[in-house]
């Protein structure tokens, strides 16, 4: 009888009557195929299209083309962008806004023609830009878009931040936090980043976050320690290897 161990048996050529068994031939395991995310990615794109819906809605609903309240003291004095002095660029009225988001008022100004709304539907527009920029740099570090992944456009675009885009000033805010999204973006998106082209953006967003606004600053401290460690560490590990420090990660320190 068979042996219950192998499939197939072959007769010996001198004597047919002995019978050896032949061990099969090993099978190659199936490739495993990898996780799909076709669900995931469905789920929080709707909820992003949703949220940004929602808060586009809000600005069409609430907006007003005259400026309201502290607008006064933070959007361009009356007139073409020509006649706008430099200095209140450079010093402006209040604190809130910093040259860079000043220099923003004033381009929108001459976009809209003086009407306000320019400024709230670009402070939409950058947030649901920004959260859709997370959703897609944090699946390529994932390998794959993740149901929590609905978390940013939730946590940037819900209606508790109505006031934020219902006011045109409040573009002042979403300049700072735009830049630092941006930087969060490029470091979740690539773990060598310090090697190649997005160390220079990084370190250019870092310069401009200095210039735009109260927030701004408050938040160049931090991250210019950490991008200065992360360059340092990188001109390290190239001296002692075989190639050289990269003009990126010497620019990187710079800023």
Do not use: C, K
Not at 12 to 33: E, G, K, W
Not at 64 to 90: C, K, N, Y
Not at 247 to 255: E, M, P, R, T
């Amino acid at each position: 009888m068979p042996h219950r161990w192998f499939r197939r048996q072959v007769a010996d050529p001198v004597n047919p009557f002995l019978i050896y068994p032949v061990p099969d031939a090993p099978v190659a395991p199936s490739p495993t195929r990898p996780p799909t995310d076709g669900a995931a990615r469905l789920v929080v794109w709707s909820i992003w299209l949703a949220m940004v819906g929602a808060a586009a809605w809000f600005v069409t609903v609430t907006a007003r083309p005259m400026p309201f309240g502290h607008d006064w003291l933070v959007i361009p004095p009356a007139g073409s962008p020509e006649s706008i002095p430099v200095g209140w660029v450079l010093r402006g009225g209040s604190g809130d806004s910093g040259p860079l988001s000043r220099a923003v008022l004033v381009g929108l100004q001459q976009v809209g023609g003086g009407d306000v709304r320019v400024a709230m539907a670009l402070s939409v527009t950058v947030v649901a830009g920004l959260a859709a920029a997370l959703i897609l740099g944090a699946g390529r570090r994932r390998g794959r878009t993740a149901y929590t992944d609905a978390f940013f456009p939730v946590g940037l675009l819900h209606l508790g931040h109505g006031s934020v885009f219902s006011w045109a000033w409040q573009v002042t805010q979403v300049v700072p936090t735009a830049l630092a999204g941006g930087l969060l973006v490029i470091a979740i998106r690539d773990r060598n980043f310090v090697r190649s082209g997005p160390a220079v953006v990084a370190g250019a967003f870092l310069v401009l976050l200095a210039l735009a606004g109260r927030t701004g600053p408050l938040l160049v401290p931090g991250l210019a320690l950490w991008f200065a460690g992360l360059g340092l560490g990188e001109i390290r590990n190239s001296w002692s290897g075989p190639g050289r420090p990269t003009w990126a990660a010497w620019g990187l320190v710079a800023a």
